[in-house]
């Protein structure tokens, strides 16, 4: 079974004060790594995909890096409004749905 | 195009009754997805459509549960008989099939609260 663990739980920043988020996954076959990023109420917001090892790929101040087995969002120089949980899901081989991590709560604090 | 929709956003019930919720991807996807997010977990898969045909279902989907996707669009999510651990936010995702990320986009959820 896919297992995804993002640590840590929570991260309280302060503007400007860069950081990195953990995934470390499990899974047979990977297809794909994305990032989403979900606001309080909201669905989640298409971020990122991996596919393979050394990949990397930013967004304004998100970058993504993968290895075998964990991917890590570094937020450079954040801002409050970078405040929400981040979430990690893989894809694996000739499947479709998505398996989850719990998540990251990130507040950013002016 | 304005994204995945979900109707209605927001649904109070007591125990015992039926609701259904509805769901419209985007225009062009052939791929809808189900998911289920309780506090403080991350969405978990309950089952997924490509066009009119259902696919996979989770073991999450017990009985109770039902789903279709009629003509291929719109999709609906039917919970029978709730309990209350059927409170949770109801998240529906669509994507395209052969696009080559084929990312699933999500739409604004259903919270479902059972009295």
């Known amino acids: 079974e896919d297992q995804v663990t993002q640590s840590p739980e929570a991260l309280r920043l302060q503007e400007g004060e860069s950081s990195s988020l953990n995934c470390s996954y499990t899974v047979s076959g990977l297809r794909g790594l994305f990032w989403y990023r979900q606001d309080p109420g909201k669905g989640p917001e298409f971020l990122f995909t991996?596919?393979?090892a050394g990949e990397e790929k930013e967004k304004e101040r998100l970058k993504a890096t993968l290895t075998k087995k964990e991917s890590f969002l570094h937020i450079t120089a954040p801002k409050p409004e970078d405040s929400a949980t981040y979430l990690c899901a893989v894809r694996r081989d000739n499947d479709y749905k998505l398996s989850f991590g719990a998540g990251t709560t990130v507040t950013v604090r002016a | 195009d304005t994204g995945v929709s979900q109707n209605p956003r927001h649904k109070i019930t007591k125990r015992g009754q039926n609701v259904t919720f509805r769901c419209d991807p985007i225009?062009?996807?052939?791929?809808l997805y189900w998911y289920r997010q309780t506090l403080g977990q991350g969405p978990e898969f309950l089952t997924y459509f490509q066009n009119e045909a259902q696919l996979e279902k989770s073991r999450l989907l017990s009985d109770r549960f039902s789903a279709e996707r009629p003509k291929g669009s719109f999709s609906t999510l039917e919970i029978q008989r709730t309990e209350q651990g059927d409170s949770a936010m109801y998240l529906c995702a669509s994507s395209l099939q052969g696009e080559h990320e084929e990312t699933q986009y999500f739409g604004p959820g259903t919270r479902l609260l059972v009295l």
């Open positions: 991996l596919y393979s």
């Open positions: 225009s062009e996807h052939n791929r």
